[in-house]
């Protein structure tokens, strides 16, 4: 299990969640319909070092989405696969 969002950040970073999601997501929308992820770390500090991780969505759909990302970022993604490749 990953530790909590560190003491210093944790209220700064659910304002900024809840802005987020009010955002991506009006209240005069029928449905939230957008997801999202916000890390934060101190520069130079990454390695060896701490990220702070909050979303609005459930961990796992989260991570799925992150495990996209990065392969893309990585070219191990293309649009014809049906899945996210291991």
Known sequence: MT?????QHHATMNALAEGIDKILNSETMPARR????LL?????KIEDGRVNYISNGDRDSMIAMLRE?????????????TGIPQ
């Open 3 to 7: 530790d909590h969002i560190e003491a």
């Open 69 to 81: 990302y990065l392969a893309r970022l990585e070219g191990r993604y293309t649009e014809a696969e």
């Open 34 to 37: 957008f997801g999202f992820v």
């Open 40 to 44: 934060v770390s101190e520069f130079g």
